[in-house]
């Protein structure tokens, strides 16, 4: 019994060590989204602090789309992977195909 615990514990370990840097590439992506959001909260904090009337949007709808934007950011960039979504999208060929359905 305790020679069966043994090789499963080596399993598992191999495996969470051979699994590891993917989880912590995913990790530190999470963290880049996060602070290139925060930055630029801070940004447009700045300048909506000097002219609040000069944007067509408030600052809550302004964060709210500063954070929608970071979440779907990779989904933009798997779109572009697919140039044929891309190709159907810039010929006009996907709103023919969505107004057909």
Same mark, same amino acid.
């Given at each position: ?10 399993? #598992?370990?191999?495996? *969470?060590?051979? %699994?590891?840097? @993917? ?11 996060? $602070? ?18 000069? #944007?067509?949007?408030? *600052?809550?709808? %302004?964060?709210? @789309? ?11 960039? $798997? ?23």
């Amino acid at each position: 019994m305790r020679q069966t615990l043994k090789k499963y514990w080596s399993l #598992f370990r191999i495996r *969470f060590i051979n %699994t590891l840097q @993917y989880r912590i590439a995913a990790l530190a992506g999470l963290a880049t989204q996060f $602070a290139w959001g925060a930055m630029l909260i801070l940004g447009f904090a700045a300048f909506y602090n000097t002219n609040p009337d000069a #944007f067509p949007m408030t *600052f809550d709808q %302004t964060t709210t @789309y500063i954070w929608l934007q970071q979440s779907m950011v990779m989904l933009i960039y $798997a779109s572009l992977i697919d140039r044929e979504i891309i190709d159907s999208i810039t010929e006009g060929s996907i709103a023919y195909e969505l107004c057909v359905q």
